[in-house]
């Protein structure tokens, strides 16, 4: 076989890997999954992380973001009772907590390595490729449910602590807070029909977490990513290790620990996985 170029041979192995997927329909059992389709489009996105400029936190810049392509993303959290399917075939680990499974409330006590096996088993189930989404993804699906880093603080450097106070009162909010988790739908759909976004169960996603320094003139001086730390999106941005699988225990990277770990995953278009198909056998030949 030959291979013309690098992005050939990373074709290659990217086939070689998710070749049960794509290769053996005839293995695998329906399991519809009720997705939204969310529509292109663009908007302001401010980047997750940690910056500092001149030593002192300050607030991450903004960026405008396209998406050219929709996604097609579940329109709730993957329930407790279809986490148990995977659990059951050996494929996932059992979540944290010990709550009994259920279809109508959501899987919490779920890692991000969880999260990752738990889409590789449905993938298998079903045919499709099944994903977590990045922080950008899934800031543009939670649409108006998503909560800006921003603190709205003036810059002060002689008094950094207020930044970070301000930090505490933003995600802590006010009132009692509701940790336990709700049934799926509890919490009703966003603008873009996505039930719960921002409700008392955060989402794992793909992207890593930064530290980084703001020059100056505002721009990003230097960055330096952890992916032992994800993202996770919820009524406020989190990060979390990846082995982490309650909130409550302990290993928030940044800020106040989410209440329950949970999953939500974007399934890759038709048109696109036609496409990945048409790539590898281009490559096979």
């Not at 329950?260 to 048109?271: D, F, K, M, Y």
Request: net charge neutral; charged share 20%.
């Amino acid at each position: 076989m030959k291979l013309a170029a690098p992005a050939a041979l990373a074709a290659t192995v990217l086939a070689f890997a998710v070749a049960p997927v794509l290769w053996h329909p005839a293995d695998r059992a329906a399991m519809p999954v009720e997705t939204v389709t969310v529509a292109p489009g663009s908007f302001v996105f401010r980047l997750p992380g940690e910056y500092l400029k001149a030593d002192w936190p300050v607030d991450a810049p903004k960026r405008n973001v396209t998406f050219r392509r929709g996604f097609d993303i579940m329109k709730f959290q993957v329930s407790a009772a279809d986490y148990a399917g995977c659990v059951a075939d050996g494929a996932c680990e059992a979540p944290e907590g010990g709550r009994k499974a259920s279809a109508d409330m959501p899987v919490t006590g779920v890692s991000y390595r969880d999260a990752v096996a738990y889409a590789a088993w449905l993938s298998q189930k079903t045919g499709d490729i099944w994903r977590l989404p990045s922080d950008e993804e899934w800031a543009f699906a939670a649409a108006e449910r998503m909560n800006d880093d921003a603190l709205g603080v003036e810059d002060d450097g002689a008094n950094p602590a207020a930044r970070w106070l301000a930090r505490y009162r933003a995600e802590s909010g006010t009132g009692a807070r509701d940790a336990e988790p709700r049934p799926l739908g509890h919490f009703g759909t966003n603008g873009k029909g996505l039930a719960d976004v921002a409700g008392n169960v955060w989402e794992w996603t793909t992207s890593c977490y930064t530290r980084a320094t703001i020059a100056a003139d505002g721009s990003v001086a230097q960055s330096i990513e952890n992916c032992g730390v994800r993202v996770v999106g919820g009524r406020h941005r989190g990060y979390m290790s990846n082995f982490i699988r309650d909130g409550k225990s302990g290993g928030c990277a940044a800020g106040i620990a989410p209440d329950n770990l949970g999953i939500r995953l974007v399934r890759e278009t038709p048109s696109l996985l036609a496409s990945f198909k048409a790539l590898v056998a281009r490559t096979m030949s």
